[in-house]
């Protein structure tokens, strides 16, 4: 779920036994349903973030490889429901965030098990995108930067010197 900027509107996803993806829009002041829409995408989505500006919606694959970031006055005018709804490839998305209302990074990651993998686990990644506005087409949406952050192993190194002082303590 996810609440707009200026508390209008509520966004909440649910899905059913069948795996089927809604979404849900309100308004606040008057418990109105907006909108009940079925998403094409079968992945459920773990998160929803507004844009500063409240006009999109930011919403991250919980088991895929997509981020989708949506129009939402080109949703709300009912033209094209699905069309408004512009996806990009990205693996294993965690946590996303709006920096402007034209810019946002999401932080990726693999999945790591420490008994099934090499002795370090991979690192993350930080993608930044950039929105042209209006907000129309995928190729509105573009991938500005990416950074690798390496693994947090490095930060957990034991200093075997100082573990050798101790014990000699």
Known sequence: TAVSPDGTRLVVLTVNASG?????????????????????????????????????LLLLSADGDWVAFLNLPEFLS?????????????????????????????????????????????????????????????TDVEVAATNTLSSYVADLAVDRRSEEHTSEL
């Open 78 to 138: 009912g033209e094209s429901r699905a069309g408004s709804f512009h996806f990009q490839e990205v693996d294993r998305p965690l946590a996303a965030g709006f920096f402007s209302d034209d810019s946002a990074v999401v932080l990726s990651s693999t999945d790591y098990r420490h008994d099934t993998c090499g002795p370090s686990p991979p690192g993350s990644t930080l993608t930044w995108f950039l929105i042209s506005r209006p907000l129309r087409a995928d």
């Open 20 to 56: 089927a993806v809604k979404f849900w829009l309100y308004t606040t002041a008057n418990h109105q349903r907006l909108v009940e829409f079925q998403m094409t995408r079968p992945d459920r989505v773990s998160s929803v973030t507004f844009s500063p500006d409240g006009d999109t």
